[in-house]
């Protein structure tokens, strides 16, 4: 026997059937959530919800034939036994009977696909919810820098997991929604008071359900809440545990955590409490409303105003309406109040991490005014200018100059080129342009800046450097200058997550490596080599002036042995410039 060909343990009669709906191999492009200065929780649902119209949409579709097919299945068996068995009419019996038959074909034919479909689109409501998140975190659109909150890994999993379920709120709850009207006009039809208290009292029980949820959305935000700071309280245990061990601060670290982690066990407790409050209050709303309906149409059979026929297709249509009730009311309306406070946090930290939108860009619009795009570095010369309210620090392309400042000043400096739109007394230039009038991709393909915290990607040391896209050769001189051979002979070595495998001085030798792969045209250096032995130090400093022929270097250092290498020096700590060659 041949292989199954699509690879999905399929027997011989079917694995030569095409697949059909297969997604695609890669993720698909996708642009980010727009978050407006104003928005509330609810409206960015909406926006969530109304995103993907192209698989939402059909799936909606599909689902309202699944659900009214459901809750037609009564009224055919009714009316098999009103014009079949009644009349004995083998005929109509036949007939009947196929109808049933084709029904339940195309209801369970359209539950797959809707299945399939909505599985689809929570696929891909949680890639782009991350992916909005991921680029706005990490400011790829040159908004100001911060660390990401401990509420971004909440947010990324269990809030993005919500949301995307909420995303769905289109299809099941309308395919519901068009199962109990169907089910209304079908009463109706049968005895106008039956349909009349369908189509009554229905809104009036979803709205009752929906005011007992009130409480428990609220408190879901305020457990989503506790779950994060638990989350990331664990975060940065695990994260600083060697610097833990070296203080020997276990016994407070564990404290801490099991007392955030006691909170947010009492919210969980208090949350599923309401939750099953909830359950109860909106499960005796809809047993009313059900048995009402069961008993009036039991009423009118006894007074004869309904057929043996109609009486079975009021009893099942009734029986179908219980579940579509539970299901609005287990279901949906959770669904609903959980999206909510997730959509909440979600906003909370796209406006932290500087997406409010309107405010930053529009200061940056006011700034400048975007250039034709063109080809930036073509005509660059590679002149970088930073004027500091004490000094001004020119590089020359093939110049390395250093700047020796205190801890506030340096770091300062480095963020004003890390992020020259944000508002700050440095200014930067560029051939002496001012920087923020470059987009931030054109200013990114001028200048690297490698920051103090050194960053590093789970991987290889060949994954961290290949993330700079240089070419082969240039990764094996950028490990040469970084002093890296001693432990990065192989580039295929794992540096664990964030570098853990690494020490302290080894994550600094890649990062320094990869800052030198990218042979930018102007690299900024900030204390790239504190947690980095002396004599290596010394070994960098030496290779350092090579790997920069004709590129323009700033190094922001305090290190005798890096500031005796460069061309220049600037002394911001006494205000002076030291001409010339610096003193080793």
Not at 257 to 269: D, F, K
Request: include cysteine; charged fraction near 20%.
């Amino acid at each position: 026997m041949r292989t199954d060909p699509m690879g999905l343990g399929r027997g011989p009669l079917t694995r030569w059937l095409p697949v059909l709906g297969q997604a695609a191999p890669e993720p698909p492009d996708v642009r980010s959530f727009e978050v407006r200065a104003g928005d509330r929780p609810g409206q960015f649902v909406a926006r969530v919800i109304f995103s993907l119209p192209r698989v939402t949409i059909p799936a909606m579709l599909l689902a309202i034939v699944w659900q009214v097919g459901e809750s037609a299945v009564p009224v055919v068996m009714g009316l098999a036994i009103d014009r079949a068995l009644v009349t004995r009419d083998a005929g109509q019996l036949v007939l009947w009977l196929g109808v049933l038959v084709a029904l339940y074909v195309a209801l369970t034919m359209a539950a797959r696909i809707t299945n399939r479909l909505s599985t689809y689109a929570i696929q891909l409501f949680q890639h782009r919810l991350r992916a909005t998140l991921s680029t706005r975190v990490l400011h790829a659109d040159g908004s100001a820098v911060r660390a990401p909150a401990d509420s971004v890994v909440s947010a990324m999993t269990n809030d993005v997991a919500r949301l995307a379920n909420g995303g769905l709120l289109v299809v099941l709850p309308i395919a519901r929604i068009a199962a109990i009207a169907f089910i209304a006009v079908s009463l109706l039809v049968a005895h106008w008071l039956l349909g009349v208290v369908v189509l009554l009292g229905a809104p009036v029980a979803v709205w009752l359900m929906g005011l007992l949820s009130e409480r428990l959305s609220r408190d879901t935000r305020e457990y989503q809440d506790l779950l994060a700071d638990t989350v990331g309280r664990a975060t940065d245990l695990v994260a600083g545990y060697r610097v833990i061990k070296g203080v020997r601060a276990e016994a407070e670290a564990t404290r801490r955590y099991r007392q955030a982690s006691r909170g947010t066990l009492v919210g969980a407790s208090r949350n599923a409490g309401l939750l099953g409050r909830f359950l109860v209050g909106s499960g005796a709303v809809n047993g009313v409303f059900v048995a009402a309906v069961t008993g009036l149409a039991g009423w009118f059979a006894v007074k004869g105003q309904l057929s043996i026929g109609e009486l079975i297709a009021a009893v099942g249509l009734t029986q179908a309406l219980l579940p579509q009730m539970q299901a609005i009311a287990i279901h949906s309306i959770p669904n609903l109040a959980g999206s909510r406070a997730s959509a909440a946090r979600i906003v909370d930290v796209l406006r932290n991490a500087g997406a409010a939108a309107s405010g930053h860009d529009d200061a940056i619009r006011q700034r400048y005014t975007p250039p034709p795009v063109q080809d930036v570095s073509a005509l660059f010369v590679g002149v970088l200018d930073v004027g500091v309210p004490s000094a001004s620090i020119r590089v020359e392309p093939g110049e390395l100059v250093g700047v020796h400042a205190d801890d506030r000043i340096a770091a300062r400096i480095a963020d004003a080129l890390l992020n020259p739109w944000a508002a700050n007394d440095i200014e930067v230039r560029l051939d002496g342009r001012p920087a923020h009038e470059l987009t931030p991709a054109e200013y990114r393909s001028l200048v690297t800046v490698a920051p103090h915290r050194t960053t590093l990607f789970t991987g290889t040391i060949r994954d961290n450097l290949a993330a700079t896209a240089c070419l082969p050769e240039r990764m094996d001189s950028a490990v040469w200058a970084a002093a890296c051979e001693d432990f990065a002979a192989d580039l295929d070595t794992p540096v664990g997550e964030n570098g853990n495998r690494l020490s302290g001085g080894q994550r600094q030798r890649v990062a320094l490596a990869r800052a030198f792969a990218t042979d930018s045209p102007v690299l900024v250096l900030h204390d790239p080599t504190t947690a980095v032995d002396s004599v290596t130090e010394q070994t960098i400093a030496e290779r350092l002036v090579g790997i920069r022929t004709d590129r323009s270097t700033l190094l922001i250092a305090s290190s005798p042995a890096l500031l005796g290498c460069c061309d220049r020096v600037v002394d911001l700590l006494d205000n002076v410039l030291v001409l010339g060659k610096a003193a080793p």
